[in-house]
């Protein structure tokens, strides 16, 4: 069975960081896309950010364009999500997830595994 698990979400203070990550098993995702979405309390789940099969392309989410940063160590079969002057606005369940294609893509559909999901909640 393919299983995506993440870890270290938290609770931190606004403009705190966090790095999140992704170890995926059951199978390899070094030739496909990778991304990271999140949910925060009566929304919609949202993209993140994406990253392809090499990790030389990212994509962001406008929120958080500048101050979080996607990224991939295929030798480790690992997901990143490094998560810089966070705001109480970040607030979500964040989840990682696998495509099916090696592009990125910040479409939910292209996405077939999905984790549990790991808490990160910012006071102010």
């Known amino acids: 069975q393919v299983e995506l698990v993440e870890s270290g979400g938290g609770l931190v203070q606004a403009g705190d960081s966090l790095r999140l990550s992704c170890a995926p098993s059951?199978?390899?995702?070094?030739?496909?896309?990778m991304g990271w979405f999140r949910q925060a309390p009566g929304k919609e789940r949202e993209f993140v950010a994406g990253?392809?099969?090499?990790?030389?392309?990212?994509r962001y989410a406008d929120s958080v364009q500048g101050r979080f940063t996607i990224s991939r160590d295929n030798a480790k079969s690992t997901v990143y999500l490094q998560m810089n002057s966070l705001k109480p606005e970040d607030t979500a369940v964040y989840y990682c997830?696998?495509?099916?294609?090696?592009?990125?893509?910040?479409?939910?559909?292209?996405?077939?595994?999905w984790g549990r999901g790991t808490q990160v909640t910012v006071s102010s």
């Open positions: 990253i392809n099969w090499s990790g030389g392309f990212r």
């Open positions: 997830a696998g495509a099916t294609s090696g592009g990125v893509t910040v479409r939910e559909r292209d996405y077939t595994y």
């Open positions: 059951g199978r390899t995702f070094s030739e496909y896309a």
